[in-house]
């Protein structure tokens, strides 16, 4: 389970964010609060996506055992494509 | 810009066809649009380009060539940092976009409720306290240079409401008022029709956005509101006209201001005369098919709500296309 | 090396054994796992014969929805015809669109993966043969019956998504609108039984030492798509189960008169509904990166980003659903983040795409049938990818949105992504169920007869919707220029079926079923399934430490062949498959597998007839079928879970694994959570809709149950949860009689049966009615979903006191009883849930 949960991760994380920001839309509908909200929420998905990649790359280049060393490594893309896709999902709040 | 291939009605002209609409806007919400579809199509071409043209040296390129495509670095540059740099520039276009063309809908704008019906458009022109002050279907007039606020909702099922060469569509949903902007920039007839799927002749169900100079439109409307009918033309068959239009149930379904004829259920009559269309946007109006419509318009537009009249004889059809044409 | 288990890698060493097997002990082999001959062939549930079966049929309904749309086509060459009139054509599209999507893409990548998966993963069979076996039969027999409905004018006509209230009672008053609902049904069920098998195949019956690292490609690409099934379907069931409900009970989910909302529907069928594209897409991408390899004498390169694209579509597929809704007038703000998320899920395909191009650069490309098909392939994806993208862009969608640019749009995607490399399937696997494989040569016309035809059919497609066509009409009125590019596209629909038509040929000439002697490894590939099988799957189930191991091992296959591998006999004399752990996949326990048996094909039988026969109103019968149905499931059962005599067994080298394993480290145990993952969703996305409807109309929202009910009722259900766990306690106790630990099982199933009572009783108590409003309507919907979890659980409590009563429930542990705990705890939680969800939201204390 912990092994799963580290290699889905970032993935994780953008879930977490996107489901956030949509409640928060459906809600505030397309008002300040929504916007503040999601920018808030963007921040602190992007930061934890963040450490997960830094993690994931720190943790392959550590590893000696090639299956830890390939969970690493897919911990690392996974948390790197959220955070594009959460950068992403960001942006809404600056443009509408 | 466009060659113009077709010789066509002008009815056909204003419905769709060759300039593809979407390319040939005529008003400020359908202009980005096309500007945004030329990009884009600017754009796919040229990634499909690079696509095919990397799959080329993939295939029959040369050992060198090949050789630095074939790892992982190319997968990283065409797979992920390209498409993250294209996409991150058109996503901010797009949103950019989406956040100024859903501007907030202001008090001071002219308003048109639309309602979508199984199978064509009630149209109720909106006063200032958002009463209807003219009600009328299928044709939709509006002055150009400004934009007309649109309320669209459902009777029934699904509908949607596009005029491609004047904004994208917008859904009629029961239960729902939906809220969008048009404006034409030059006078002229703009083709729509119902775009989301709602049963039967669903394929049969348009309708024409006419524009005109402001002043036109002004003097229009003045006229329609002023209660007061125009005078009806001297015609023999007017007479016979108008009391089969009440006696052979026409007026269940139908209005005629001014006439005692209030029937709801099917579109306003009222200025039928001056339509460019029968039947939601697919016959030219004239006389030869408005008596076809009303002999028998299952033969036209099969499923549509309308009987077929065919007790009516030829003459009857006659004189109820005089007196209908007479409505104006 | 680290161990997952406690197992010691050092004992793969000992593989590939020495010295002779014993005689006699292939014929055994050969005897446990031979089918059942003649009529009774039918009954196998060998995953080499359903497999194919499962296969043939998809097949079967990809042409009969593509004849559909080939009339289809004839009647919009040329304005104003009369091929088919328009109630005809209506029902025509709509068919075309529902068996395209769930008689056949689906369906067809869960036949893939039960004939192909196993062979990969070295296993014998997939972990539940028999409910392989049923999900293919209820498909079987449940979707004929439903394209049958064509010929007597009752197929539905509201389109492949059913949008309400287009699709109610009041505008749809036939029972045709009916037909798609329950017909969708047992779809979903057996899409359900695959994504459950697949998921426990993958993660569990893996060949010793095929670590996820070392998984094949293909085995992600399922265990994705299976996550996605169990996701997303259940959204699916949920919104027909509501449609239904109103249709029969007039309960108003989506009629916003009394506080329904017909948007709800789009929200949760799209929910379901684009996740389902990546659903066919990624099975069909993954097959490609099996192929590729062996097309291009390659490995594939980026293996761990393609990895990585299906992890993070799986996830992101979920969060695009409302782009099919940019016209319905959400939030800008909400239509921005499904914008977003639409431009990020193209970021996968991307890597996808270009680790292909990578891949053939690294190797050499022999351009045979299937390289053929995948290249048309993936450049025909690619233009879909583009056209996706475009419409990922809301203004832009708003324009185009239900036009003929999106038809051109989805078919590009889908026959670039699937239907493609469906054919480059057929032809590189040919060689595992064929005795001859299929000709090259006719393989090449095919080829370029369907590529052709696709290009010419869907290309101008884009410059009709263009110039204005919308979709989904049964004919259009001259002048408007749309002559010329529907002409082409028609032509185009002959010039593909022409293709078509050449492969069925081809497949007469060519295909000779067998699973014995096969035309073999045709085209050269690297991975476990061209190791030599029989019906038995591999003689020995070999060590893998590589992700080819046929090309980095090459005496593998004689190994493999002369058993000097994991199994290469049946110690126990039954059907067995190893069971390793998921992430090493490490040897931990033999599993014995049931064989050929008639119940899972009529169970299945009344199945469908069960749903087919409640759409024409014969409620009687229906419910005899349905009753037929449960009986043979739980006979079907009854044979299940017995320990056999042979409590330890040597796999091989002297390594001794058990034979009879309960708790959370089994497939049964693993296939139940799937299972509860599932209902969860269901229960989550009714949930979804209780909030939605009191977001959106919560001037309906009047009644208020009292709140004190919640004291009796959720303490019910706790004793209930603690009353099945204190009998799995006992169960472990030598010092307790037989019927104690079921005794108190049965009583916390009384009690959960007792808590659902109370719970319905006291809304009913405040007077609101089903039909009342779209409190009403959602509240009984929850109560809908508990009370069949409450009939399930009755099922249970006859079956556990029946096993108890022979004495089946052995001590200190059993899977039956652990599975009818789990289940007893799960619909516990969910009624305390629903109970307190309907009291305190929105009224409070």
């Not at chain 2, 439109?217 to 239009?245: C, I, K, V, W």
């Not at chain 3, 109370?758 to 809304?763: N, P, R, V």
Request: aromatic share 14%.
């Amino acid at each position: 389970m912990r092994t799963w949960a580290y290699l889905l991760g970032g993935l994780i994380v953008w879930t977490v964010h996107f489901f956030a920001v949509y409640v928060a839309a459906s809600i505030f509908l397309t008002s300040t609060t929504a916007r503040v909200v999601t920018a808030l929420v963007t921040f602190v998905c992007l930061a934890a996506a963040t450490t997960l990649t830094l993690r994931g790359w720190a943790g392959r280049v550590g590893a000696t055992d090639p299956e830890r060393r390939w969970i690493h490594t897919i911990a690392a893309l996974s948390g790197a494509t959220a955070f594009l896709a959460i950068a992403w999902q960001g942006l809404p709040a600056l443009l509408i | 810009m466009w060659p113009r291939i077709s010789t066509r009605s002008a009815v056909g002209d204003a419905l769709g066809g060759w300039p593809p609409p979407v390319l040939d806007p005529a008003g400020p919400y359908a202009d980005p649009l096309a500007m945004l579809s030329w990009v884009l199509f600017a754009i796919a071409a040229l990634v499909l380009l690079v696509v095919v043209a990397a799959l080329w040296v993939a295939l029959f390129g040369s050992a060198r060539r090949k050789g630095r495509l074939g790892g992982t670095r190319a997968i990283w540059i065409g797979g992920v940092a390209f498409p993250a740099v294209v996409l991150s520039a058109l996503l901010v276009w797009g949103l950019s976009l989406t956040g100024s063309l859903t501007a907030p809908i202001r008090g001071d704008e002219m308003r048109v409720k639309v309602t979508g019906e199984m199978w064509w458009w009630r149209i109720a022109y909106l006063g200032r306290d958002g009463q209807a002050v003219l009600h009328d279907a299928n044709e939709l007039h509006i002055p150009v240079g400004q934009p007309v606020v649109l309320e669209l909702e459902s009777a029934d099922v699904i509908h949607s409401f596009w005029v491609p060469r004047l904004s994208g569509k917008l859904d009629m949903i029961p239960g729902r008022t939906n809220m969008m902007r048009i404006q034409a920039d030059e006078p002229g007839v703009f083709g729509g029709q119902c775009a989301e799927y709602c049963g039967g002749p669903h394929a049969l169900m348009g309708f024409v956005v006419v524009a005109h100079e402001p002043e036109d439109f002004a003097r229009l409307m003045a006229a329609r509101t002023a209660g007061a009918r125009p005078p009806l033309p001297a015609h023999p068959d007017l007479a016979r006209g108008a009391q089969l239009f009440q006696t052979a149930g026409c007026a269940a379904c139908h209005r005629i201001a001014g006439t005692g004829a209030n029937g709801i259920a099917g579109p306003d009559l009222s200025f039928l005369g001056t339509r460019q269309t029968l039947g939601a946007g697919i016959l030219p109006n004239n006389r030869g098919t408005l008596m076809g419509w009303i002999g028998n318009s299952q033969a036209i537009k099969p499923g549509n709500r309308m009987p077929p009249y065919s007790m009516l004889s030829s003459d009857d059809l006659r004189a109820l296309a005089v007196y209908l044409e007479a409505q104006r | 090396m680290s161990s997952e288990t406690g197992f010691d890698p050092a004992l793969y060493e000992r593989f590939p054994t020495t010295g002779e097997r014993p005689a006699g002990e292939f014929d055994e082999l050969n005897r446990i796992w031979a089918a059942p001959t003649g009529i009774a062939k039918l009954t196998a549930v060998n995953n080499n014969y359903v497999g194919v079966w499962y296969i043939a049929t998809a097949f079967l309904f990809f042409v009969l929805a593509g004849v559909l749309a080939l009339v289809m086509r004839a009647q919009l060459a040329l304005p104003l015809q009369g091929i088919l009139p328009q109630e005809t054509y209506n029902q025509f599209f709509t068919m075309h669109g529902t068996i395209m999507m769930f008689l056949f893409a689906v369906p067809i990548m869960e036949a893939l993966g039960v004939l192909l998966l196993p062979q990969m993963l070295a296993a014998r069979d997939l972990p539940f043969p028999r409910l392989s076996a049923y999900a293919f039969w209820a498909y079987f027999v449940g979707g004929l019956c439903f394209f049958a409905s064509i010929f007597f004018g009752l197929a539905p006509n509201g389109g492949w998504f059913m949008y309400p209230p287009l699709t109610s009672t009041t505008y749809s008053p036939g029972i045709n609108a009916d037909f798609w609902l329950l017909g969708i049904g047992f779809i979903e069920i057996s899409a359900i039984a695959g994504a459950i098998e697949i998921i426990v195949g993958v993660l569990r019956t893996r060949a010793p030492g095929m670590s996820l690292r070392e998984m094949p490609i293909f085995a992600w690409g399922m265990l994705v798509f299976a996550g996605m099934i169990v996701i997303a379907f259940p959204s699916v069931i949920l919104a027909t189960l509501l449609l239904e409900l109103e249709r029969a009970l007039n309960w108003p989910f989506f009629d916003p008169t009394r506080g329904g909302d017909p948007v709800l529907w789009q929200h949760l069928f799209w929910f379901f509904g684009h996740p389902e594209v990546y659903i066919i897409f990624l099975p069909a991408s993954a097959l490609v990166s099996m192929m590729i390899p062996a097309l291009a004498r390659t490995r594939l390169v980026g293996h761990n980003l393609i990895v990585l694209a299906f992890l993070a579509t799986g996830f992101i597929s979920f969060g695009v659903w409302a782009h099919h809704m940019f016209a319905t007038g959400m939030p800008a703000l909400s239509v921005g983040f499904f914008a977003a998320a639409s431009m990020a899920v193209s970021v996968p395909a991307g890597i996808q795409v270009f680790s292909w191009i990578a891949t053939f650069a690294s190797g050499k490309p022999v351009f045979n049938t299937p390289t053929l098909f995948v290249l048309g392939g993936l450049v025909t994806f690619v233009i879909g990818g583009l056209t996706g993208v475009m419409v990922a862009l809301v203004p832009f969608d708003w324009q185009v949105h239900d036009t003929h640019f999106i038809v051109a749009h989805l078919h590009y995607v889908l026959i670039g992504g699937a239907v493609f490399p469906l054919f480059a399937v057929f032809y590189y696997w040919m060689g595992m169920t064929s005795r001859r494989p299929l000709s090259e040569r006719t393989g090449k016309w095919v080829f370029w007869l369907m590529f052709v035809g696709m290009q010419v059919i869907f290309l101008p497609m884009h410059l009709t919707g263009l110039m204005g066509m919308p979709r989904r009409v049964y004919t259009y009125l001259p002048g408007r220029d749309w002559e010329i590019t529907n002409m082409i596209s028609t032509i185009g629909a002959f010039i593909f079926a022409a293709g078509v038509l050449l492969f069925l040929i081809e497949l007469a000439r060519n295909f000779r079923f067998t699973v014995e002697d096969d035309a073999g490894n045709v085209y050269g590939g690297g991975t476990l399934e061209w190791l030599p099988t029989g019906l038995y799957s591999t003689r020995s189930i070999p060590v893998v430490n590589s992700r080819y191991p046929l090309w980095d091992d090459p005496g593998i296959c004689k190994d493999v062949e002369e058993g000097r591998y994991f199994l290469p006999n049946a110690p126990t004399g039954h059907r067995e498959t190893i069971i390793t752990s998921p992430v090493r996949a490490e040897p931990e326990y033999v599993q014995i597998m049931p064989g050929p048996s008639a119940w899972p094909l009529l169970a299945a039988v009344f199945t469908a007839g069960f749903f087919v026969i409640l759409t024409i109103q014969a409620y009687g019968v229906a419910l005899f079928s349905g009753v037929l149905a449960v009986l043979c499931v739980l006979r079907w059962l009854w044979d299940t879970d017995r320990p056999i005599a042979v409590e330890q067994a040597d796999v091989g080298a002297g390594i001794m694994l058990p034979t009879y394993v309960t708790g959370p480290r089994t497939h049964g145990w693993w296939a139940m959570i799937v299972l509860l993952v599932v209902i969860g969703m269901i229960f989550l996305m009714a949930v979804f809709s209780y909030f939605y409807l009191y977001g959106i109309h919560p001037q309906f929202w009047m009644v208020e149950a009292q709140g004190w009910w919640l004291f009796p009722i959720v303490g019910l259900y706790a004793l209930a949860a603690l009353l099945a766990w204190l009998g799995r306690r006992l169960l472990a106790r030598e010092d307790v009689s037989e019927w104690t630990p079921s005794g108190l099982l049965l009583w916390g199933m009384v009690a959960a049966g007792a808590a659902f009572i109370l719970d319905l009783w006291s809304w009913r108590a405040t007077g609101l009615t089903g039909d009342a409003s779209g409190q009403g309507a959602i509240i009984h919907a929850l109560f809908t979903l508990q009370g069949c979890l409450v009939f399930i659980l009755a099922l249970m409590a006859v079956y556990l006191a029946a096993r108890t009563g022979r004495a089946l429930i052995i001590k200190p542990c059993n899977n039956t009883f652990d599975l009818i705990t789990l289940f007893t705890w799960y619909l516990a939680g969910q009624g305390a849930a629903s109970a307190l969800l309907t009291r305190l939201v929105p009224g409070g204390f």
